[in-house]
């Protein structure tokens, strides 16, 4: 409980602190959101008109520790304002629109590549030598060194611009309305097999690799020589003693992956053309749009904090030396 506590306490105060940089990195960034959008206007407006539609974008002149308390304010409420480069649809309107997507790809891809990269790394690792270990590990590890987006292009050129195998953009037809109709799912599925495909391929290398080389380390340990004394089979041993204890570290990176899953498929999304947040946060830092910037970053944030946390609850249930802690 204590180790709980504990841990609570530290979120709550990273929480601050991210809220905090939030709001002040991109009101340091040069030029301001008013001379951005009002540049090909610039000589032409009076001042009041001018300030009329400051007023209206809700942009403010006050002090920066003036807007710091406005803003926690509004954070508290979940209010975060109106979009500047959208205006005037609020921000969490926005937001709404390629939430669900990004989820969706983020998801799907994480947790495919986790359960066949950490599998793949258990029978390499349970079968050294073997053709697991030796071609498909070197393999998968090769292709995790290119680019999201270079490999994105390679396979949107090849499987669906030149095969036609596969749609080449959007998350699904233009002809299908958004229904829980098969022809919808269906279409949806197949729009996400090259974006999801794409990101499984470039991350199942390391999910394997350090499996691999975390089960290693933990075959010589005294449990394993005494469940194999027991004669328990070697799946048991292997998936039940081996891989519960090595799979520790890569559920820590499995919950900070969750954090970054809206930001890490951002060129994904571009290359696809994908209605996902990675391309909305792509235009907030283009249009210094700071309320729609300044919500995803926090998204992300708390994302990877609320992750984190869910971790530290599962070390718990997972290590029986954490409750001692």
Same mark, same amino acid.
């Given at each position: 409980?204590?180790?709980?506590?504990?841990?609570?306490?530290?979120?709550?105060?990273?929480?601050?602190?991210?809220?905090?940089?939030?709001?002040?990195?991109?009101?340091?960034?040069?030029?301001?959101?008013?001379?951005?959008?009002?540049?090909?206007?610039?000589?032409?407006?009076?001042?009041?008109?001018?300030?009329?539609?400051?007023?209206?974008?809700?942009?403010?002149?006050?002090?920066? &520790?003036?807007?710091?308390?406005?803003?926690?304010?509004?954070?508290?409420?979940?209010?975060?304002?109106?979009?500047? /480069?959208?205006?005037?649809?609020?921000?969490?309107?926005?937001?709404?629109?390629?939430?669900?997507?990004?989820?969706?790809?983020?998801?799907?891809?994480?947790?495919?590549?986790?359960?066949?990269?950490?599998?793949?790394?258990?029978?390499?690792?349970?079968?050294?030598?073997?053709?697991?270990?030796?071609?498909?590990?070197?393999?998968?590890?090769?292709?995790?060194?290119?680019?999201?987006? &270079?490999?994105?292009?390679?396979?949107?050129?090849?499987?669906?611009?030149?095969?036609?195998?596969?749609?080449?953009?959007?998350?699904? /037809?233009?002809?299908?309305?958004?229904?829980?109709?098969?022809?919808?799912?269906?279409?949806?599925?197949?729009?996400? $097999?090259?974006?999801?495909?794409?990101?499984?391929?470039? /991350?199942?290398?390391?999910?394997?690799?350090?499996?691999?080389?975390?089960? $290693?380390?933990?075959?010589?340990?005294?449990?394993?020589?005494?469940?194999?004394?027991?004669?328990?089979?070697?799946?048991?041993?292997?998936?039940?003693?081996?891989?519960?204890?090595?799979?520790?570290?890569?559920?820590?990176?499995?919950?900070?992956?969750?954090?970054?899953?809206?930001?890490?498929?951002?060129?994904?999304?571009?290359?696809?053309?994908?209605?996902?947040?990675?391309?909305?946060?792509?235009?907030?830092?283009?249009?210094?749009?700071?309320?729609?910037?300044?919500?995803?970053?926090?998204?992300?944030?708390?994302?990877?904090?609320?992750?984190?946390?869910?971790?530290?609850?599962?070390?718990?249930?997972?290590?029986?030396?954490?409750?001692?802690?």
């Amino acid at each position: 409980m204590r180790f709980l506590v504990r841990r609570l306490g530290f979120y709550l105060v990273a929480a601050w602190g991210a809220v905090t940089l939030n709001f002040v990195l991109p009101h340091t960034m040069p030029g301001d959101p008013a001379t951005t959008m009002f540049a090909a206007f610039r000589g032409r407006l009076r001042p009041e008109q001018l300030k009329a539609i400051e007023q209206a974008y809700g942009l403010s002149h006050a002090p920066l &520790w003036q807007q710091y308390f406005t803003y926690l304010g509004h954070v508290l409420r979940g209010d975060f304002g109106i979009s500047l /480069s959208q205006f005037p649809a609020p921000v969490t309107t926005v937001i709404a629109t390629g939430l669900q997507w990004s989820i969706l790809l983020g998801l799907v891809s994480l947790i495919l590549g986790f359960l066949l990269g950490n599998l793949l790394g258990v029978i390499a690792a349970w079968r050294r030598g073997g053709w697991v270990d030796s071609m498909m590990q070197p393999l998968l590890i090769f292709i995790g060194s290119f680019p999201y987006f &270079w490999l994105a292009m390679l396979l949107l050129f090849f499987l669906a611009f030149r095969l036609g195998w596969f749609p080449q953009n959007h998350a699904y /037809s233009d002809y299908l309305a958004p229904s829980l109709s098969l022809d919808f799912v269906g279409s949806v599925l197949k729009h996400l $097999i090259l974006p999801a495909g794409t990101i499984v391929l470039v /991350s199942i290398g390391g999910w394997m690799l350090g499996m691999r080389n975390t089960i $290693i380390g933990v075959l010589a340990e005294d449990y394993l020589i005494m469940a194999e004394a027991k004669g328990l089979p070697q799946w048991r041993i292997m998936l039940g003693y081996a891989a519960r204890n090595a799979l520790l570290p890569n559920v820590t990176a499995f919950g900070m992956s969750i954090g970054f899953i809206f930001s890490g498929q951002l060129l994904t999304e571009i290359v696809f053309s994908y209605p996902g947040l990675g391309y909305q946060l792509f235009q907030a830092v283009s249009n210094l749009d700071y309320p729609l910037m300044e919500t995803l970053f926090l998204m992300i944030t708390l994302g990877v904090l609320a992750a984190n946390l869910i971790v530290d609850l599962l070390y718990v249930r997972l290590d029986p030396r954490v409750r001692t802690a």
